[in-house]
């Protein structure tokens, strides 16, 4: 078993986030390359996932490092509003490229999906593939 310490602030070290204070265990061994893992890793851990509700469903998956309140106001504004009632945080601590990873995979994989309209990352991303087995990996853990 793989455990990943969850870390506050900036990483110098490719050590993989998951919450600040907070301990995931990866069940079994990733084999992703160095510069993926760094990719990763980059940046501060105060990214949040979320999943955006309207009347009760999950309809959009999405990602941000602002007050969710701000955020759904932001969601709901203009013409195009997407009419959400809340926003449901779904994982929070992540740098942005692990947000990025898990949002996408959601997408791909998930229900919450109805509004999203762009890929989070592309897959013609050169850490596509390896965003997509870390963000498998971290979901089907985080019990």
Sequence with gaps: MIIWRAGCGKSASPVL????GATYSFTRQLDLADDALKWLNKGNADN???YGMKNGEEVYTGITKQELAKRLYQHNSGVNG??????NEI???LTRNQARSI?????ENGSAN??????????????YDDAMRWAEEFINNLN
Excluded at 17 to 20: A, D, I, L, P, V
Excluded at 82 to 87: A, S
């Design 82 to 87: 997407k009419g959400l009632d809340t926003l």
């Design 17 to 20: 986030w998951g919450g600040c």
């Design 48 to 50: 949040v996932v979320y």
């Design 114 to 127: 109805a509004l999203n309209k762009i890929n989070s990352i592309s897959p013609n991303h050169r850490f």
């Design 91 to 93: 994982v929070n601590g």
């Design 103 to 107: 949002e996408q995979y959601l997408i």
